[in-house]
């Protein structure tokens, strides 16, 4: 295991600014692939809060979504290229409360902020690039096992996460069974709809059309495709917010100093696209997107298990199911056949009106649901030996 230095990435003039912050890195050797091929070598960021206890029952599993990497909690800063994601959730007194539990987040493989991807060296020195395999989400949760094994957890108290972060959390559950007591699956589903891959089509369209993508080969390049990406972010930033609330909140205003009649200036609500756009292109990698874009799509823990049903009736855990009310890309009754198909499962939904990111947004209400989950565990309830969590 290594220590907090600084992980070496591969930078062009393009991604200047871009090198992981000062976490930690832990070497967890090669990952076979779900689908062929293998990474050997692969290295993983993380990062922890509190103490694992002396029988390595307390510990906590924070997955991240598409964008979001090992820094759940913190300032920007020193290395960190944007504040923590899920500010309000983990620390001293919060509902994951790091003065009881061990909590760990990674950057997932294919990343960009830390974790092997195609960014990074492949082992005939040059980057990945267009030759990083593709990955799936059981690859993913494949990595973090080795992971929790080097770090010496052996059983999850909780696992928790949304959109992509909540795919890895039911993944867990299903090819794990035995090492995970609780599991919390907010705006996720048991598998990726029509609908949600049709929407990422547009968004891979957008990178690899872009003329500077070079076939992902653009690393040693003085441009990158940032175009491609940002039109990616457009994109997915619209499915990510409710219809109402983008009326509500932007309507048909312009934008402070523009005029758009006429085609010379800006509506609110593309300078919002803009910005969110301009903010991903500082701190991620093309490739990056499109290689856990594709893990999304991929993501149906039914197969080669006889179908998502039977699939989902292998879970031991405890599952909590959580809905956003307004979200249309990962829709609500998602979430309902997902609690309704394992053994032990329970629908909540979060009231909100920013539609799939509410399950960031919405941190006082994620938090009760979160107390009362982790109370089973206190409780010894749900278990997957239908005692302790040990």
Not at 99 to 106: D, E, K, L, Q
Not at 303 to 329: C, F, K, P
Request: hydrophobic share 40%; net charge negative; aromatic share 6%.
């Amino acid at each position: 295991m290594s220590g907090d230095d600084d992980l070496p990435v591969v930078t062009g003039a393009w991604l200047e600014g871009q090198n992981p912050g000062r976490r930690r890195f832990i070497d967890i050797g090669a990952v076979d692939l779900e689908r062929g091929g293998r990474l050997p070598e692969v290295r993983m960021a993380y990062q922890s809060w509190g103490t694992l206890d002396a029988t390595a029952s307390n510990a906590v599993l924070v997955e991240h979504a598409l964008t979001g990497d090992s820094h759940v909690i913190g300032s920007a800063g020193q290395g960190q290229p944007s504040p923590g994601w899920w500010e309000g959730l983990v620390g001293p007194g919060r509902a994951i409360d790091t003065g009881r539990w061990f909590v760990v987040a990674a950057n997932v493989i294919g990343g960009c902020q830390g974790t092997t991807g195609p960014s990074s060296l492949a082992p005939d020195g040059r980057a990945w690039g267009s030759r990083f395999p593709f990955v799936t989400i059981r690859d993913q949760v494949e990595a973090e096992r080795l992971l929790a094994e080097a770090v010496g957890v052996d059983h999850w108290a909780l696992v928790i996460g949304g959109s992509m972060g909540g795919m890895r959390v039911i993944e867990w559950a299903v090819s794990h069974p035995d090492r995970v007591h609780q599991a919390i699956v907010l705006a996720s589903t048991a598998a990726a709809t029509a609908d949600q891959i049709a929407w990422s089509q547009p968004q891979l369209l957008a990178i690899r059309q872009d003329p500077h993508f070079n076939g992902g080969d653009y690393y040693d390049t003085d441009r990158g495709p940032a175009s491609g990406l940002g039109l990616a972010r457009r994109i997915a930033q619209i499915t990510y917010r409710s219809a109402g609330e983008l009326d509500d909140r932007f309507g048909r205003e312009p934008q402070s100093g523009e005029d758009p009649l006429g085609g010379r200036g800006r509506y609110a609500i593309e300078s919002y696209l803009d910005y969110h756009a301009d903010k991903l292109g500082r701190r991620f990698d093309a490739n990056t997107y499109l290689v856990l874009t594709e893990a999304m799509n991929s993501h149906d823990v039914g197969r080669d298990r006889g179908g998502i049903e039977a699939a989902l009736g292998r879970v031991r855990a405890h599952v909590t199911a959580v809905a956003v009310d307004s979200d249309r890309l990962y829709r609500p009754e998602q979430s309902a056949q997902l609690a309704a198909l394992v053994p032990e499962g329970h629908l909540r939904t979060i009231h909100s009106t920013c539609g799939h990111d509410g399950f960031l947004i919405e941190v006082d209400q994620v938090g009760a649901i979160v107390r009362d989950a982790l109370r089973h565990v206190h409780d010894g309830e749900g278990a997957p030996d239908g005692g302790s969590i040990r």
